[in-house]
């Protein structure tokens, strides 16, 4: 009998340092990606100055930017592994190779993912700030640990200002609960507080999902090489190499009077615009007739079937919370991983699932950084001050972190949420998660419908040379209209 618990104690003692390992060698990398992207941005004066306490401070800092964004991007895949290690195990179920794969790791990623959220919104995003805003207080000797203390004391003022606000929310939601957990910090506010993060995540996933899925065609389209439809690419071409050699011999001449200077400031911004143009206009004249006939077009129609595929599965899950309650998110203990697929296609319907969760996260970042209130935090490659990584990598952090929540409220997985991922209360009320999808489905379909019309509309008027007369276009105008006001203009 002792034999056979020392074994199992082994066994759960390999199990547990195989997760630690696992767990550990996957932070690892996704560190040193993390560091890659944020030393691509950063701006290196902040770092090379002649200040070692400055440098110090801002290398601190950089490095808890590197752990929250490391997190971030481990939120991003908790959804898509999970999914896949249950399709894996499914499909290889007796694998040596594969016992690794299990429910209990899958759960300890989930709670570790929490866990470093709360400590990097909660704690670290802050005191990064704090300490690169810092200077020590007034008296105390200048050095690195005066801008610990004054970081660490701020950080406690804002610790009780933010717990006073969340006792206050609690005590006025739920007053009997408020009451008896006054003092249960970690079991209660802490959870409670991060409920609130996620819901502010996810209604931010709502305004700037839809708006992102519109944007993507053009933003994916700036990429790509577009067909030559009814347009003479060397002409075109000819024109605008004429413009900026006539713009180069006009910056060539020399003058001091400040008039010409100001004129010669426009004069660069408009040789790099026309410049660009001509690099543009002779990678088309380069690319091959299936990269510009084939490519453009396939990609184009990837795009409209992901948005289209989101939409009818909101859709439908709009569907299944009127009539089945099985269909609201909620929270599960044991993932139960390999004993059936999440998706009624199988292997081919997870692989779907999770192709759509990156699209939907690609989507969110790119209305996120296109949106009038959050353009400023764009960042730029080499020119991306300490301030600016830091209120990036709290933004990513919210948006990867709801992520999850994301995914299962509108139905695009059916793969339960874990851990404390589903304790949130707001997740239980029909209303809420009901008016969600009824939302995002209404703002995805308008924002789908106005952007492919207008840009047929718009590929049609350049197609046939519309642009180029002196007319007013706007979003309203009739292409064909415009066709038939350009050859009547002709004929007289």
Known sequence: METDDVSVREQLFHNRVRETIICVLLFICLYIVSYL????FKKNAEFATDDVEDATVNKIALWLCTFTLSVAVCAVLLLPISILSNEVLLTFPQSYYMQWLNGSLIHGLWNLVFLFSNLSLVFLMPFAYFFTESEGFAGS????????????????????LVLGIVWVASAILHDNIARKSLYDLWEYYLPYLYSGISLFGV???????????SRMFSVIGSLLV?????????????????????????????????????NKEALKTEYETVQNKRLALEMRRKASPWQRNVGYPLVMLMLLAMTVVCVLMVCFNVLELLLDEAAMPRGMEDPHLGMASFSMFGSLGAAIQVVLILYLMMSSLV????????IGLLPRAQDTNLTEIIANCVSLLILSSALPVFSRTLGITRFDLLGDFGRYDWLGNFYIVFLYNMLFAGLTSASLIKTVTWAVQRELIRAFGLHRLPLKVSRSADPFRLLLASGLSKIQ
């Open 226 to 262: 577009k067909p030559r439809l009814l347009e003479d690419v060397e002409d075109t071409l000819n024109c605008t190499t004429f413009e900026e050699d006539s713009l180069s011999r006009k910056l060539s001449c020399d003058s001091t009077t400040f008039t010409v200077k100001v």
């Open 141 to 160: 000797k200048k050095g690195v640990m005066a801008r610990v203390y004054e970081a660490v004391v701020l950080l406690l003022l804002l610790a009780l």
């Open 203 to 213: 209604l931010l996933f709502l305004l700037c999902t839809p708006f992102g899925l």
């Open 37 to 40: 992207i944020l030393t691509h």
């Open 367 to 374: 209305g996120f950084y296109s949106s009038p209130l959050f």
